[in-house]
C-alpha cells in the first residue's frame, strides 16, 4: 500500500474494525502482511465473500465460500479453499476480505 494512503482502523488482532472501509489496495497491503500473494483464485474468493457481506451484512461461513468453488472446482473445493490460505479461512481469507473477526462459527 502506496505510504500516502492510510490504513483503515485495524482492531488488536489486524481485522477491519469497519468491514466498508475495504477496498482492494487494502487487500493488498493486509495480504502482504500475512505474507499472502494474492492470485486470481483469491480475488475469485475475495469478492464472492464481498458480494456475500454486501447482500447479508456478515462474513460468509467458510461453507457458503465452498459452495461457490465447487461450482468451478467440484469435489476439490474444501482443500482448494485450505490451499489458498494455508494458515485458514478465519486468519487469511476473513482478514484480507476485511472481515470482522468471526466469531464462534464454524470454519467449514
Request: proline share 4%; charged share 30%; aromatic share 12%.
Amino acid at each position: 500500500m502506496d505510504a500516502t494512503v492510510s490504513l483503515p482502523a485495524l482492531d488488536e488482532e489486524g481485522y477491519l474494525v469497519e468491514p466498508g472501509d475495504w477496498n482492494e489496495a487494502v487487500a493488498e497491503h493486509l495480504a502482504r502482511a500475512e505474507g499472502v500473494r494474492l492470485t486470481d483464485e483469491h480475488w475469485d474468493v475475495i469478492r464472492f465473500m464481498r458480494e456475500y457481506y454486501e447482500e447479508h451484512q456478515i462474513a460468509p461461513d467458510a461453507r457458503y465460500v465452498i459452495k461457490h468453488l465447487s461450482n468451478r472446482l467440484g469435489a476439490d473445493a474444501r482443500n482448494a479453499l485450505f490451499k489458498l490460505f494455508a494458515y485458514g479461512y478465519v486468519k487469511q481469507a476473513c482478514k484480507i476480505a476485511g472481515m470482522k473477526r468471526p466469531r464462534a462459527w464454524s470454519t467449514g
